[in-house]
């Protein structure tokens, strides 16, 4: 289960944040999470309450913002949803680069 090691990343992150600003509390975490990540959000939140446990953090929540798969044509520059992995373009029939979709990141940390 590779969300244990992305739930203790974004604990990390979290933390490092959190005693460089001097907070004594972690309310929230957001993440922005791309459609693409392969990331599956309900294990990911298990994960994260797992750990945060006596921690500043514990009792945060993760807010996971989802990032829909976007691509751009090559021939057309057409933007479009991209669905079931299919990179053709419905406009052209050219192929699809990614423009969103695969983000990872954490987006903010509330702390008190």
């Given at each position: 289960?590779?969300?244990?090691?992305?739930?203790?990343?974004?604990?990390?992150?979290?933390?490092?944040?959190?005693?460089?600003?001097?907070?004594?509390?972690?309310?929230?975490?957001?993440?922005?999470?791309?459609?693409?990540?392969?990331?599956?959000t309900?294990?990911?939140?298990?994960?994260?309450?797992?750990?945060?446990?006596?921690?500043?953090?514990?009792?945060?929540?993760?807010?996971?913002?989802?990032?829909?798969?976007?691509?751009?044509?090559?021939?057309?520059?057409?933007?479009e949803?991209?669905?079931?992995?299919?990179?053709?373009?419905?406009?052209?029939?050219?192929?699809?680069?990614?423009?969103?979709?695969?983000?990872?990141?954490?987006?903010?940390?509330?702390?008190?």
């Open positions: 289960m590779h969300e244990m090691a992305i739930a203790e990343g974004i604990l990390d992150i979290s933390l490092n944040y959190a005693k460089r600003e001097k907070a004594k509390k972690i309310a929230c975490v957001s993440l922005l999470l791309g459609e693409m990540s392969g990331v599956e309900e294990a990911l939140t298990f994960c994260f309450e797992s750990l945060v446990k006596d921690t500043i953090a514990e009792g945060s929540s993760l807010v996971i913002n989802r990032i829909p798969l976007m691509g751009r044509c090559k021939e057309c520059a057409n933007e949803h991209i669905e079931h992995y299919n990179f053709v373009c419905h406009k052209c029939g050219g192929t699809l680069e990614v423009i969103s979709g695969r983000e990872l990141q954490v987006e903010y940390i509330d702390m008190e």
